[in-house]
């Protein structure tokens, strides 16, 4: 199994800190609250927005949701324009894969059919801290670079068996590299971007690194 330790590793103003051994450790704050935000004439785009904490956490949250939901939108309307009367759609909708300990990760899925023989994979991800709204580099916490970290993940990739070869057998290349990584329970998420058109639609799952153990991540700078 391929697994990555997180213990002790810190980034900017944060630390992991091991609690796998029954050490009392009180997270920064507990969890989010996510509520869907409907979008008048895109019924297809689903972003949540944040509530439950702090005001000035959930504003510092939502600004960054509400940019990206307006990019949304924005892409959409341009699908619309791109297919030129042709059918098309746009469909973005937000899943929440860890929401626990202080820590809130969020992964966007999607896609976008603009008139053309074939269509894009949409796929992103965002992780907070709960204690003060500021946006977690993930990778950069595990002290591996992004593409480091996304070969590291290639064996672990949910989607089908083919995908599977591709991306193990390419990943870290130009034909495959690695978009994002997040949060989910008991490890990492990681997100990539297929270049190859035949292996597009791969993109659309992601590879996941267990950890070793449990951990959570708490401000040192309060």
Excluded at 14 to 32: E, N, Q
Excluded at 191 to 219: E, M, Q
Aim: proline share 5%.
């Amino acid at each position: 199994m391929i697994k990555v330790m997180l213990a002790s590793l810190t980034v900017a103003s944060f630390a992991l800190v091991d609690v796998a051994d029954g050490k009392s450790v009180t997270p920064a704050l507990g969890r989010a609250v996510l509520k869907p935000r409907l979008i008048d004439g895109f019924p297809s785009i689903s972003m949540p927005f944040a509530t439950g904490i702090a005001s000035p956490v959930a504003r510092r949250i939502n600004l960054v949701l509400d940019r990206d939901r307006q990019a949304a939108m924005d892409a959409a309307e341009q699908c619309r324009v791109v297919a030129n009367r042709q059918p098309s759609s746009y469909t973005r909708k937000t899943n929440v894969t860890f929401n626990r300990n202080g820590l809130l990760s969020l992964h966007f899925t999607g896609d976008a059919q603009c008139g053309g023989a074939h269509g894009s994979i949409l796929a992103g991800a965002r992780t907070f801290d709960l204690s003060n709204g500021v946006e977690i580099d993930v990778a950069k916490v595990t002290g591996l670079a992004l593409p480091a970290l996304g070969r590291l993940a290639a064996s672990g990739y949910r989607g089908n068996a083919g995908c599977r070869t591709f991306l193990v057998n390419r990943a870290g290349s130009k034909d495959v590299t690695a978009r994002a990584a997040y949060l989910v329970p008991g490890g990492i998420g990681v997100l990539y971007d297929f270049n190859v058109g035949a292996a597009g639609s791969c993109g659309a799952d992601p590879a996941i690194v267990p950890v070793t153990k449990r951990f959570w991540l708490h401000g040192l700078a309060r």
